[in-house]
Every structure is written in structure tokens, then in C-alpha cells.
């Protein structure tokens, strides 16, 4: 069964930092590119990041483009996402998405807020 498992979302101040995790079962993780989309409230779910299966020519969304990086590790079939000098338009559930699967995790909250 094709799995994915989104963590490390939470409240974080404005400039501040968070890390997030996706964790991959059920399918050979290293094959396939992975991406990560947010959703805000009231808004619809936007693509913010994509990586190939190797890692290499990331690539990112104008609105986080300088401030976010994603990366992975295939020997942990695990897709990070850095989230550096968050901002409050930031906040949204975040997914982590295999488009060759069409498989969605279950989202992890981010919020910036004062």
C-alpha cells in the first residue's frame, strides 16, 4: 500500500524556521520525483516545490523561491522541506505528493503567527 506521512509542522513566529518531513512506504521511493503543495484557508491547493528522483534541478514556486528548500533522502525514502524566514501568508496545511502515484499524505499544519 502506497503511503505517505507528512511531520514537523507546528507554530512558528514570523522569520522563523520549521523543518518538514514526508515518510514514503509501499512503492520504490528513489524512482519517482516528489513534490510538496499547501493549502490555506479559503484557498485552493497550490504546488510550492518539486525534486526529481535524484535530487538534482529542484525546483520551486515564485513565493517561496529563496526561502525554501526541498531535499530527500532515498535511503530513508523521506522528502524534507526547509522552511526558512517564514512568513505569516505562509501558514496552510502542507502535502507532500507523488504525481506518478497520485498519492497524497494527510497534510501537517503550519502556523506563523505573532
Known amino acids: 500500500q502506497v503511503q505517505l506521512v507528512e511531520s514537523g509542522g507546528g507554530l512558528v513566529q514570523p522569520g522563523g524556521s520549521l523543518r518538514l518531513s514526508c515518510a514514503a512506504s509501499?512503492?520504490?521511493?528513489?524512482?519517482?520525483?516528489m513534490n510538496w503543495y499547501r493549502q490555506a484557508p479559503g484557498r485552493e491547493r497550490e504546488w510550492i516545490a518539486g525534486i526529481s528522483p535524484t535530487g538534482i534541478n529542484p525546483n520551486y514556486a515564485a513565493p517561496v523561491e529563496g526561502r525554501f528548500t526541498i531535499s530527500r533522502d532515498n535511503s530513508k525514502s523521506t522528502v524534507y522541506l526547509q522552511m526558512d524566514s517564514l512568513k505569516l501568508e505562509d501558514t496552510a496545511v502542507y502535502f507532500c505528493y507523488a504525481p506518478q502515484k497520485g498519492v497524497w499524505g494527510q497534510g501537517t499544519q503550519v502556523t506563523v503567527s505573532t
Open positions: 509501499g512503492f520504490l521511493f528513489s524512482m519517482y520525483p
